[in-house]
């Protein structure tokens, strides 16, 4: 005779199949328990038998048939590997954003030195004793870096910047004052109005 579960009917579905069932009794639901609980793998129902201390391991067998166990510790066994995967998406998603949160820090820290670099670089412009060309040209790479960066961070394309930029023919880029601009070779002595 099938002991019933106390205080559930035997219309009542359980929420998962691995929950105990209606006509399930309580040893046939702890040997089940005690199986599920076993490695995947290593499960094994004559151990469960033994580590329960039943003298015969056709209980085990007999409830392993009528409440299906294979079926129930597979769904167990499917469910457990989806949580593990969504949680191991969900920590990649996680370190992602961390990483472009920090990314980001970074980027408005080199923004903020570009800025005051970029400053300086216009008061040497006012003074063509203090200005190099070279600082310009650094100057420009660091602010393509700098953009890279920024696109990269926002998950936006880099490759066209910087192909236009690569285009460019060095007498095409004008250096802006506060006096007007003028084509870039004629900063720093190297036009041919020096």
């Given at each position: 005779?099938?002991?019933k579960?106390?205080?559930i009917?035997?219309?009542i579905?359980?929420?998962?199949?691995?929950?105990?069932?209606?006509?399930?009794s309580?040893k046939?639901?702890h040997?089940f328990s005690?199986?599920?609980?076993m490695?995947v793998?290593?499960?094994?129902?004559?151990e469960?038998?033994?580590?329960l201390?039943?003298q015969?391991?056709?209980?085990?067998?007999r409830?392993s048939?009528?409440?299906?166990?294979?079926?129930?510790v597979?769904a167990?066994?499917?469910?457990m590997q989806a949580l593990?995967?969504e949680?191991?998406a969900?920590?990649?998603?996680?370190?992602?954003e961390?990483a472009t949160?920090q990314l980001?820090?970074e980027?408005d820290?080199?923004a903020?030195?570009?800025?005051?670099?970029?400053?300086?670089l216009?008061n040497?412009?006012?003074?063509?004793d203090?200005?190099?060309?070279h600082e310009l040209?650094?100057f420009?790479?660091?602010?393509r870096?700098l953009?890279?960066?920024?696109?990269?961070?926002?998950?936006?394309?880099?490759?066209?910047t910087?192909q236009v930029?690569d285009q460019l023919?060095p007498e095409?880029?004008?250096v802006?004052?506060?006096?007007?601009?003028?084509?870039a070779?004629?900063v720093?002595?190297?036009?041919?109005d020096?």
């Amino acid at each position: 005779m099938v002991k019933k579960q106390s205080g559930i009917g035997s219309g009542i579905k359980p929420k998962n199949v691995w929950d105990r069932l209606p006509a399930e009794s309580d040893k046939a639901f702890h040997a089940f328990s005690t199986y599920l609980q076993m490695p995947v793998g290593a499960r094994n129902k004559s151990e469960v038998a033994t580590m329960l201390g039943y003298q015969s391991f056709s209980s085990v067998m007999r409830w392993s048939s009528d409440f299906n166990w294979d079926a129930r510790v597979g769904a167990y066994d499917s469910h457990m590997q989806a949580l593990a995967l969504e949680t191991q998406a969900q920590s990649r998603t996680e370190a992602a954003e961390n990483a472009t949160m920090q990314l980001l820090m970074e980027i408005d820290q080199a923004a903020k030195l570009m800025t005051r670099a970029h400053r300086i670089l216009l008061n040497r412009m006012e003074n063509p004793d203090e200005f190099k060309m070279h600082e310009l040209k650094t100057f420009v790479d660091s602010m393509r870096n700098l953009d890279d960066l920024r696109r990269r961070a926002l998950g936006m394309p880099t490759v066209f910047t910087r192909q236009v930029a690569d285009q460019l023919e060095p007498e095409t880029l004008f250096v802006i004052t506060q006096q007007g601009s003028r084509p870039a070779g004629e900063v720093d002595g190297y036009g041919e109005d020096q």
